[in-house]
Structures are given as C-alpha cells and as structure tokens.
C-alpha cells in the first residue's frame, strides 16, 4: 500500500497561490497514476489533474493554465501548484494514488480562497 497524505492547504485571497503536497507511505515510481481532485461543499467530486507514469498530464479545463501537477519519485511525493487562486477553487483537495489493482485516497486538505 501507498497511503497518500496531504498537506499545505489553507485560506488565501482570491489571485493568490498554495502549494499543495501529498507524501506516499511507499514508492510511487511503480504507480499508474497520480492525481488531485476536489469537492466543494454540496457537491461531487470532481477531478482535477492527473499524472501518469509514463508522463502524461492532463487538467480539469477550470484549473488548466493555472495549476501545475508534479511529482519527485525520490521523496515519494506529488505535487500540485495552484497560481492565480479563485474564489470558485475553495474546496477539500484529496490525492488518489492509483496501482494496478488499487486505488489509495487521502484524508484531503481544505483550500480556501477568500475574494
């Protein structure tokens, strides 16, 4: 198992920026993906970017030019960089780490942006 935990959310005003962090308990070198998602109160999940193991890289169209995801195989670590934060963006941010035949969540951090 990759337990993912998040961290470096927080309340920040509308044009700001947050980094968020999620440290894996285990390797994430062997995982098919990595991705952040987020939910606002009242409503579903939805996804925000994602990382494949080959590379690949694909954003929600709300964040696309505004978040950057990455990852450090060495640390275990995914990232996700939020520019340009708006009010719209306050939500709990989960980290999904998915294997082969698992997916992990984390416990989600909450982003919230004041305008």
């Known amino acids: 198992q990759v337990q993912p935990v998040e961290s470096g959310g927080g309340l920040v005003q509308a044009g700001g920026s947050l980094r968020l962090s999620c440290a894996a308990s285990g390797s994430i070198f062997s995982l098919n993906s990595m991705g952040w998602y987020r939910q606002a109160p009242g409503k579903e999940r939805e996804f925000v970017a994602v990382?494949?193991?080959?590379?690949?890289?694909r954003y929600a169209n709300s964040v696309k030019g505004r978040f950057t995801i990455s990852r450090d195989n060495t640390k275990n670590m995914v990232y996700l960089q939020m520019n340009s934060l708006k009010p719209e963006d306050t939500a709990v941010y989960y980290c999904?780490?998915?294997?082969?035949?698992?997916?992990?969540w984390g416990q989600g951090t909450q982003v919230t942006v004041s305008s």
């Open positions: 990382m494949t193991s080959s590379g690949g890289i």
């Open positions: 999904k780490l998915q294997g082969s035949n698992s997916m992990y």
